[in-house]
C-alpha cells in the first residue's frame, strides 16, 4: 500500500478570525508505480468561513474519483460522527475541532482529508447592548411587543452600592437601534417576574413579584397610561399576582391570597368585580401561569407546606389546576417526580418564571426551575426532563414555535419536538432570559448577564435574535 501525502497548506480566513487548515491523505490498493492509479481524493467546503457556537455548519462534499464512491465517514472532533454525505453540524462550546473526512470507492481504495476550525462564541457586536455607567446594574423581567414595538420590563439600579432600585419600561427602536426609557416604580425588594396587561381603555397594568428572602411575598400593581407614563403604582400584600388572562370585556389576574390559590375578575378598564380563592380545595399555592384551553383553562403554579406566619416553606411540588369557562375547579395534580422538594425553601425562590404553552399536537409543556414537563390534556405526565446547569436564576423562557418548543436557561437556548426529545442547543453569554418574542419570522429575546465593573459584580442587559433553527442573526 502506498500513502501519498500532499503538501499541507493553510488558508486564513477574513477578519483573521480563525485559520482553516488542510492535510489531505489518499491510500491506494495497488502498490505498482507503473499501473495507472484511479483516482480517488476527499474533500469538502463550507458554505460559510465563520463559525459561531450553535450555528449549523454546512458541509458540501467536493471528493473526486474516477469510480464510484460507496462511503461516507466524517468526525467533527466533538466525538459525533456522520456518514451523510452533506452533513450540517453545530458546535455547543467554542474552541478548536479537526473535522476529518474519510471516502471508499467501490473497489475499496480509500482517502481522507482533515480541515481544522476554530469555533467561536458569537461576537458581541451582533447583540444589542444597553449603555450604563459604570455601577449600575439591570436585568429583563418580561419581553413582549406592543404597538409593533418589542418592548420589555426592566429592573433596574443606578448605583449597586446603594439600595434603591427602580422597575423601568424600555422599547426597542430596530430602526436606529436604540432603547428608550420610562420609570414605573421605585423598589427596594427582589423580583424576577412581571407582566404588562393592556386594558382596553389603553391604560396598562404592570404587576411585579416582590420577595425579600424567608419574610415576604407580595406583588405591586404598576398602572401606565397609553404613554406609559405611572398613574398609580401600590403593593397588594393580600394578593400575589404573576399575570393575567383576557376573556372578552374581562381580565382574569392569577396568583395568591394569603398563600392560597386565587383568581381576580376585573373589567375592561381593571377594576376589580370578584375574586375566587380555592382555599377549600387547595391550601398553601399559587398560580404562576393561566392559559385558555378552548372554553376551560388550565393552570400552572405550585404547592408547599409553610410555616406559621407565611415565613418559609417546604415540600414544593409542580401543581396543574384545570378550570371550567365559569373558573370553577375542576382538578388538580400534584407531581412528586420534582427534584425542587429539597431546593425551594424562601420566597425569592418563587419570584421567577412559571410557564405553560400548548403543543401543536394537543399536549401541554410546563417550565419552570431548570424543569420541563410534558402532559396530555388528562395532566398525566408523559416526559420529565431535568436541565443541568451550575446557575439557580430562575427567570426563563418557552416559546412554541410549529412542531417544537424552544427553552431559555443559564447560558443557553435549547430545541426540542413535541415529545421532549432535544434538537439543538446553543450557548450564549445570557444569564437571565425571561422570554421570546416573534416578529418577522425572528425570534428575539432580551439577556442580562453579571459583568464586573469596579470589583464589584452588576448585571447589564442586551437584545439579541435567533431563527427557528435555533441560529443566531445579526440586528445590529
Request: with cysteine; charged share 20%; glycine share 6%.
Amino acid at each position: 500500500m502506498k500513502i501519498i501525502l500532499l503538501k499541507p497548506h493553510s488558508l486564513i480566513m477574513k477578519k483573521n478570525l480563525f485559520a482553516l487548515i488542510i492535510f489531505v491523505t489518499a491510500c491506494s490498493n495497488n502498490d505498482n508505480p507503473d499501473i495507472e492509479q484511479n483516482k480517488l481524493t476527499a474533500n469538502f467546503k463550507f458554505e460559510s468561513n465563520t463559525f459561531y457556537v450553535g450555528n449549523d455548519i454546512k458541509i458540501t462534499d467536493i471528493s473526486e474519483s474516477d469510480l464510484k464512491i460507496v462511503s461516507y465517514s466524517y468526525e467533527f472532533g466533538n466525538s459525533t460522527k456522520s456518514t451523510e454525505t452533506n452533513p450540517v453540524i453545530q458546535y455547543n462550546d467554542p474552541g478548536e475541532y479537526t473535522i476529518t473526512l474519510s471516502i471508499k470507492d467501490i473497489n475499496g481504495n480509500t482517502s481522507s482529508t482533515s480541515v481544522k476550525i476554530t469555533v467561536l462564541m458569537y461576537e458581541p457586536y451582533d447583540y444589542i447592548e444597553e449603555s450604563s455607567l459604570p455601577n449600575a446594574g439591570f436585568f429583563p423581567l418580561e419581553i413582549g411587543i406592543y404597538n409593533n414595538h418589542i418592548f420589555y420590563t426592566q429592573y433596574y439600579s443606578p448605583d449597586y452600592s446603594k439600595i434603591t432600585a427602580y422597575y423601568r419600561h424600555v422599547e426597542f427602536d430596530e430602526n436606529d437601534k436604540t432603547f428608550n426609557y420610562k420609570l414605573l416604580s421605585e423598589s427596594t425588594r427582589n423580583s424576577g417576574h412581571s407582566h404588562t396587561t393592556f386594558l382596553n381603555n389603553g391604560n396598562k397594568i404592570v404587576n411585579l413579584i416582590e420577595t425579600l428572602g424567608t419574610s415576604l411575598w407580595i406583588s405591586e400593581a404598576v398602572e401606565t397610561n397609553s404613554d406609559w407614563s405611572t398613574i398609580l403604582s401600590k403593593n397588594i400584600s393580600t394578593l400575589t399576582t404573576y399575570g393575567s388572562v383576557s376573556n372578552i370585556n374581562n381580565f382574569y389576574f392569577y396568583g395568591s391570597k394569603d398563600g392560597n390559590p386565587a383568581i381576580e375578575i376585573r373589567d375592561e378598564s381593571g377594576k376589580l368585580t370578584n375574586t375566587i380563592d380555592y382555599i377549600n380545595d387547595i391550601k398553601n399555592g399559587f398560580i404562576g401561569d393561566l392559559i385558555k384551553n378552548g372554553n376551560s383553562y388550565i393552570g400552572f403554579g405550585g404547592k408547599f407546606e409553610n410555616s406559621s406566619g407565611m415565613k418559609d416553606f417546604e415540600n414544593y411540588k409542580p401543581l396543574i389546576l384545570f378550570f371550567d369557562e365559569n373558573l370553577q375547579l375542576i382538578k388538580y395534580k400534584l407531581f412528586d417526580s420534582t427534584l425542587l422538594s429539597n431546593r425551594l425553601k424562601s420566597w425569592n425562590d418563587l419570584n421567577g418564571s412559571f410557564l405553560i404553552r400548548k403543543l401543536s399536537n394537543g399536549n401541554f409543556v410546563l417550565y419552570s426551575h431548570d424543569e420541563i414537563r410534558i402532559i396530555n390534556p388528562l395532566g398525566e405526565e408523559i416526559k420529565f426532563i431535568k436541565i443541568e446547569n451550575i446557575s439557580n436564576y430562575d427567570v426563563n423562557g418557552l416559546i412554541v414555535i410549529n412542531d417544537e418548543f424552544i427553552i431559555s436557561t443559564y447560558r443557553k437556548i435549547l430545541k426540542y419536538d413535541n415529545n421532549g426529545t432535544l434538537i439543538k442547543g446553543i450557548n450564549f453569554k445570557g444569564e437571565i432570559t425571561p422570554g421570546f418574542v416573534t416578529k418577522n419570522n425572528t425570534i428575539y429575546f432580551t439577556s442580562g448577564y453579571a459583568s464586573l465593573s469596579n470589583n464589584v459584580t452588576v448585571f447589564k442587559t442586551f437584545i439579541g435574535a435567533i431563527d427557528s433553527s435555533l441560529n443566531f442573526i445579526k440586528i445590529k
